[in-house]
């Protein structure tokens, strides 16, 4: 049902009305509230977007979500929510999101829909491939090294790197500390030395 703002207007008058007639809208308020979470699983979450971990009331019906709010026993955010986050209903349930990856071939003009499989072997054997043929052992550099007569002399040495200049990796603020522990030994194994965070971007 739409309602105009003349509706609107005659309707937020009528409850100011009888407020201010002593009846009581509380009730009817409150039961009003609980209508759209009726009957629905209620599961409690964490906002995805960044690092500052705002919790988030989550309500399901049939595995679909139908409410998302802030959750006010939460210690970090106490029931609110930034935008983004009040927008978490609108992510979920929104046809235009993506839910399977897409790939475009080189020299191809449009994107395909693939299997998650595909992908991630595909990125793993990419990243593999790379790491292999760029991987260095040594690195020359210049040093300034003391000669015997206490004059300094600019020379070339060899200096043991084990890095890749290759690949870089840009972090995500949604990661907890766990995760971004995890994720930069197993980086820093790789060789990546170009390391950047999407908070500092």
Known sequence: MGVSRRDFLKISGSSVLLSSLGIDLGPTKAYAQGLRIKNAKETRSICPYCSVGCGVIVHTVDGKVINTEGDPDHPIS?????????????????????????????????????????????????????????????????????QADGTEKEIEKDFVVNRTDSIAHVGSAALDNEECYMLQKMLRSWGLVYIEHQARI
């Open 78 to 146: 106490e029931g609110t929510l930034c935008s983004k986050g009040a927008s978490l209903y609108q992510l979920i349930n929104n046809p235009l999101r993506l839910t399977k990856p897409k790939y475009r071939a080189p020299g191809a003009a449009d994107f395909k829909e693939v299997e998650w499989d595909w992908a991630l072997d595909e990125i793993a054997k990419r990243v593999k491939d790379t790491r292999d043929r760029t991987f260095k052992l040594t690195s020359k550099s210049k040093v300034k090294e003391k």
